[in-house]
């Protein structure tokens, strides 16, 4: 009966540093992946001024296409710079605000 208890607590200590191994193991795979998490962010954040900036840069583009073409593309032309007047218009009013 001496033996039982001493075997009890042994087998008990040993799960204790099993599950205490297991849980520095988890904590680091966890810290690795908050890491790759933050380097995804980043990634996507400047992926996404990317995105913006050549978005900017192709109304741009067509803008200034619509303003060299011919008389067909006049319609669109107008178009744009009419819609850009717009913008430039909104912009005013929330400055004034």
């Known amino acids: 009966m001496a033996d039982n208890p001493k075997r009890v607590l042994d087998t008990l200590r040993f799960h204790i540093q099993e599950l205490m191994n297991r ?3 988890l904590k ?24 913006n900036e050549m978005n900017i840069k192709y109304e741009n583009l067509l803008t200034a296409k619509g303003l060299a073409l011919g008389e067909g593309d006049v319609k669109t032309a107008r178009s744009r710079i009419g819609k850009l007047v717009r913008e ?8 004034n605000e």
Do not use: A, P
Request: proline share 0%.
């Open 88 to 95: 430039i218009d909104k912009c005013i009013s929330l400055l």
């Open 23 to 25: 849980f520095n193991v």
């Open 28 to 51: 680091r795979e966890n810290e690795e992946l908050e890491k790759r998490i933050k380097e995804q962010e980043n990634t996507i954040e400047t992926l996404q001024k990317d995105l």
